[in-house]
């Protein structure tokens, strides 16, 4: 049977089996200008793929942008398949992203937590952290957003291993983060890292584990409150915009605190929206708008970093 | 698979300091199995948390006895978690 992307229900929420079907399919039809990349395997043995969208050249500047590194946060897995989507369909066709695939790569990643996500569908819906075990506790899993070299087991992160915003053992002790770092590293070359969480509707920037604010908060807040602009356009959608602490709390060991540490200068992290009280059980009749105006967010931060090479 | 039948979300407007030590006496209260859905205790914005079935009763008369004022946002989790199955199985087909 063919397989095409029109045929993809973007409107609805899928199995990672699903999920990375379609990433195929999308590369297939896509093969000049999206690669797989494997980036390792989770903590259960599973891949752990990001999707370049790369038009040639060696090494280019390049924007991440992952989903679903808390698992149960469904909505920003579904907007990140759209968003892959978007991306391909519009280059060539929308002169912003033609030019911008022009001069940059970027690193989508749909899935950040896969074992989790599996666990979400099959045994606990309400699952954040990953999946591996902590000898000497019956609990499993830490929070992949506490356990990133920023500021390790400070506030905002618990030391116990049956909490939800459990550290763990270590800094980049999940294999899931180790991944992600190792690719960073490896690659050198990025010059934006975003994380696309849910709940609440903010965007923020460092820092998370100190409240201190960070040497270019003046510029980061005014990308930050023109990206909202342009996803507030469509839908009107509320949301706040500054650093982690600032508006929500302070939280140590998240990943943009990390990479702006390792001089990632345009890092942030999107809360996607829940306007209908529905927290992470949003209907799925609002991921394509999700989507839609988390795009329109997304893409001037990327225009802007595009414009200002540093 | 684990289900989540009676669990409420209850959204609590944090107005006081006294509020916020009333909520942080709840998150180190981990016997009830409370899953914050949002983080951090501020006046500025509510605090989500689903409160499992079994502690339903404990917490709402903590938050009364601590004059916490909260509405409960999600009266029955896994209602809601029944239709995002069935809506998922019918995508499928």
Partial sequence: MERSTKSFNFAAYHDLETIYSFMDTLVASHPNLITKVHIGNSYENRPMYALKFSTGGVNRPAIWVDAGIHSREWVTQASAVWIANKIASNYGVDPSVTSLLGQM??????????????????NNRMWRKTRSVKSGSSCRGVDP????DAGFGGPGASKDPCSDSYHGPYAHSEVEVKNVVDLIMGHGNFKSFISVHSYSQLLMYPYGYTCTDIPDMSELHSVGTA??????????????????????????????????DIGIKYSFAFELRDTGFYGFLLPANQIIPTAEETWLGLKYIMEYVRNHPY | ???????????????????????????EDVDSGLDFWTHGF?????????????????????????????????????????????????NAK
């Fill in chain 1, 227 to 260: 990206a909202i602009k342009e996803l507030t356009s469509l839908y009107n959608t509320r949301y706040q915009v500054g650093s982690i602490c600032k508006i929500i709390y302070q939280a140590s060991g998240g990943s943009i605190d990390w990479t702006y």
């Fill in chain 1, 145 to 148: 957003n506490r356990n990133w």
């Fill in chain 2, 1 to 27: 698979k684990e289900l989540f039948n009676g669990d409420q979300v209850l959204r609590i407007h944090v107005e006081s300091e006294d509020h916020i030590q009333a909520l942080k006496e709840l998150e």
């Fill in chain 2, 42 to 90: 501020s006046t500025e914005r509510p605090i989500d948390i689903r409160v499992p079935h079994s502690s339903l009763s404990a917490v709402k008369d903590f938050l009364k006895k601590n004059n916490v004022p909260f509405n409960v946002m999600i009266n029955n989790v896994q209602e809601l978690l029944d239709r995002e199955k069935s809506e998922m199985v019918s």
């Fill in chain 1, 105 to 122: 790569d970027i690193y989508l990643m749909i899935v950040t937590n896969p074992d989790g996500y599996v666990f979400t569908h099959t």
